[in-house]
């Protein structure tokens, strides 16, 4: 069973640091393109990182350039998103996102909060 399960969410002050972690089961993270989205209340779903299944490359929101990294482990089949420097405007809803050809998968979602 294919499956996408995000981790690592929760309320942190601004200039603070989180780190998500999506673990996958059921297929392996190194054959598929992986991403994280996230979405506000209000607003729709919007790509923040993605990484490339094929040499690794990397790229990101302009709002989350050189505060996020996104990285795969393929000995742990998982995908994180390491954020620091958090604005109040971070604060959302992040997914995990696999695809290869038309086959797309999500997680669940993990909430971010930024807030003093």
């Known amino acids: 069973q294919v499956q996408l399960v995000e981790s690592g969410g929760g309320l942190v002050q601004p200039g603070g640091s989180l780190r998500l972690s999506c673990a996958a089961s059921g297929f392996t993270v190194s054959t598929y393109a992986m991403s994280w989205y996230r979405q506000a209340p209000g607003k729709g779903r919007e790509l923040v990182a993605a990484?490339?299944?094929?040499?690794?490359?990397?790229n990101y929101a302009d709002s989350v350039k050189g505060r996020f990294t996104i990285s795969r482990d393929n000995a742990k089949n998982t995908v994180d998103l390491q954020m620091n420097s958090l604005k109040p405007e971070d604060t959302a809803v992040y997914y995990c996102?696999?695809?290869?050809?038309?086959?797309?998968?999500w997680g669940q979602g993990t909430q971010v909060t930024v807030s003093s």
């Open positions: 990484i490339a299944r094929v040499g690794g490359s990397t």
């Open positions: 996102r696999a695809e290869a050809g038309w086959v797309r998968y």
